[in-house]
C-alpha cells in the first residue's frame, strides 16, 4: 500500500494548490477535505507556532486552513519530496505568503517544516507538524 499512500498525499497537495487559489476558495477547501480526510482526521500543529493546537474532524481542518488564509495573502504551501514509509508520509514544506499589508514591500514570509501524514483506506486521519525533518522523522519512529 506504501506506493498508494504517497499517490494519495502527491494528489492531496495538488488539489489544495488548486483549492486555496481557486476563484470561490471557500467552496474548493471544502471539497478538497471531503475527497482526502478522514471524517475524524487529527491534525497536530506545531506546539511552537501560533496556531498550536488540535484540530479534529473535517470542520477543524476547514477552520485551520481558513486562519492560514486569512494570515497571509498568496499563501502556499511547497512539498520538497515525499519520503515513503508505508502507511505514513513524511513531507519537508516550506510555507510562502505576505502579511496583509505588506504587499508594497513585497515582503515574503517563509516558514520550512515537516509534515507527518497516516494515511487510510486513500484518506489523511492524522496530520503532524514538526519544525525540521529529523524530529518528523524521529517522531514517526523512522531514522533518517
Known amino acids: 500500500m506504501s506506493r498508494e499512500t504517497v499517490e494519495v498525499v502527491r494528489e492531496a497537495f495538488a488539489a489544495y494548490r ?21 471524517p475524524e482526521i487529527e491534525w497536530h500543529t506545531s506546539s511552537d507556532l501560533p496556531d498550536s493546537g488540535v484540530f479534529r474532524g473535517r470542520d477543524g481542518v476547514a477552520a485551520l486552513i481558513q486562519e492560514w ?21 513524511v513531507v519537508p514544506v516550506v510555507l510562502r505568503g505576505r502579511i496583509p499589508g505588506s504587499r508594497e514591500s513585497d515582503q515574503e514570509v ?9 494515511v487510510r483506506e486513500t484518506r489523511v486521519v ?13 517522531a514517526a519512529g523512522l531514522p533518517e
Do not use: C, K, M, W
Request: negative net charge; proline residues 5%.
Open 18 to 38: 488548486a483549492a486555496v487559489s481557486a476563484p470561490n476558495p471557500q467552496d474548493a477547501i471544502r471539497a478538497f477535505i471531503e475527497r482526502f480526510a478522514h
Open 69 to 89: 488564509l486569512s494570515s497571509f495573502e498568496d499563501y502556499r504551501v511547497e512539498p520538497e519530496e515525499f519520503i515513503d514509509r508505508g502507511a505514513y508520509v
Open 110 to 118: 517563509t516558514l520550512s517544516h515537516a509534515h507527518v501524514y497516516e
Open 126 to 138: 492524522e496530520v503532524r507538524e514538526y519544525l525540521t525533518l529529523d524530529q518528523a522523522l524521529e
